[in-house]
């Protein structure tokens, strides 16, 4: 079998170059849009941001004969886990030509979170009851799981 690329009837193309395939929660992205047409007019590149199923960012640039566009994207707590960039534009033919590229984000908390003790003891007993502080963000969701370790080795 033999894997070939995909080659449109007119050659136009799009492709999205990221500087990074993983970014940092507060850093920049650096996004470049090559363009290859065939027809001299202008078009007009939409580019859409997907994570999690949900739109983040959008925008729509007008070419004036330009092969590259250039984009700085701040990355936000909405693109976690990951994301998609995703560009098109439409040729007098009615074809749609377009690319997308996944771009990962490297895993952090997204805000702050404190547990201690609500009356420190110097030690705690198997069945006796104590409580827990729990300190974050307003809004946050908080999970907590208990291991009894004496059942569990």
Request: glycine share 8%; charged share 20%.
């Amino acid at each position: 079998m033999k894997a070939l690329p995909y080659i449109t009837k007119s050659k136009n193309y799009i492709h999205i170059g990221v500087d990074s395939a993983e970014v940092e929660l507060g850093n920049n992205l650096k996004i470049n849009l090559n363009l290859n047409r065939q027809e001299s007019h202008d078009n007009h590149i939409t580019y859409l941001i997907m994570s999690r199923g949900q739109l983040v960012q959008k925008g729509r640039y007008e070419t004036r004969g330009q092969v590259l566009i250039s984009l700085i994207v701040p990355i936000t707590k909405d693109m976690l886990p990951s994301f998609r960039i995703i560009a098109y534009y439409h040729t007098n033919g009615n074809e749609v030509v377009s690319d997308s590229v996944w771009v990962d984000v490297k895993d952090s908390c997204m805000g702050s979170l404190k547990l201690e003790p609500s009356r420190p003891a110097p030690s705690y007993e198997p069945r006796r009851m104590f409580g827990l502080k729990v300190t974050g963000d307003p809004g946050a969701i908080v999970g907590l799981v208990a291991v009894d370790k004496g059942v569990c080795p």
